[in-house]
T-cell receptor, first 113, second 114 residues
Framework: GDSVTQMEGPVTLSEEAFLTINCTYT??????LFWYVQYPGEGLQLLLK?????DKGSNKGFEATYRKETTSFHLEKGSVQVSDSAVYFC????????????FGQGTTLQVKP | GAVVSQHPSRVICKSGTSVKIECRSL??????MFWYRQFPKQSLMLMAT?????????EQGVEKDKFLINHASLTLSTLTVTSAHPEDSSFYIC??????????FGPGTRLLVL
């Protein structure tokens, strides 16, 4: 079945460091890919998405490129801030689906000043 | 952005009792709502999908008689955990989707069954 695998956390970085959180997926067809972020005490928020191969999603300085050849959707940010500390979830939904999301296990990011 | 609320945020109950969790879309009409369960340090697992005015569709392995879902209006869905037991203790999260594809998530409800 469809699945999403994320790198294990927690990831601890200093402010202004470069961030990469790896995400790979297994799915039939052409899924849409998402990154969600969950700040402490809050619900999940959509960070960015890509709906077809080679699309790049971007938001708030974060980027991820849909790579069909490597079935990956790695999240990157050039310079993290303390306020980026949160749990990040990679997810997919299959094309033509009712909207059911399949999530990775989540990666906790902690940014220290 | 769109806001989804959940109530209560936290509930403690005795084994054998039933607990109702509400999920509301505050500023949009949600034709579809989803209920997830999240175990500590694990991912969100979809439990069921509910469309307004129709029966919920449960994922494989989820007991529909134990987790009753009602989606009676375009802004409200409820999840009732019936005859709760300690193994039902978890973090329950709902999401709502309107006319667009994006799902908006509630802040979650932590259930502890003693």
């Amino acid at each position: 079945g469809d699945s999403v695998t994320q790198m294990e956390g927690p990831v601890t970085l200093s402010e202004e460091a470069f961030l990469t959180i790896n995400c790979t997926y297994t799915a039939t067809g052409y899924p849409s890919l998402f990154w969600y972020v969950q700040y402490p005490g809050e619900g999940l928020q959509l960070l960015l998405k890509a709906t077809k191969a080679d699309d790049k999603g971007s938001n708030k300085g974060f980027e991820a490129t849909y790579r069909k050849e490597t079935t990956s959707f790695h999240l990157e940010k050039g310079s993290v801030q303390v306020s980026d500390s949160a749990v990040y979830f990679c997810a997919l939904t299959r094309s033509g689906n009712t909207g059911k999301l399949i999530f990775g296990q989540g990666t906790t990011l902690q940014v220290k000043p | 952005g769109a806001v989804v609320s959940q109530h209560p945020s936290r509930v403690i109950c005795k084994s054998g009792t039933s607990v109702k969790i509400e999920c509301r879309s505050l500023d949009f009409q949600a034709t579809t709502m989803f209920w997830y369960r999240q175990f500590p340090k694990q991912s969100l697992m979809l439990m069921a999908t509910s469309n307004e005015g129709s029966k919920a569709t449960y994922e494989q392995g989820v007991e529909k008689d134990k987790f009753l879902i009602n989606h009676a209006s375009l802004t409200l869905s409820t999840l009732t955990v019936t005859s709760a037991h300690p193994e039902d203790s978890s973090f329950y999260i709902c999401s709502a989707r309107g006319s667009q594809e994006t799902q908006y998530f509630g802040p979650g409800t932590r259930l502890l069954v003693l």
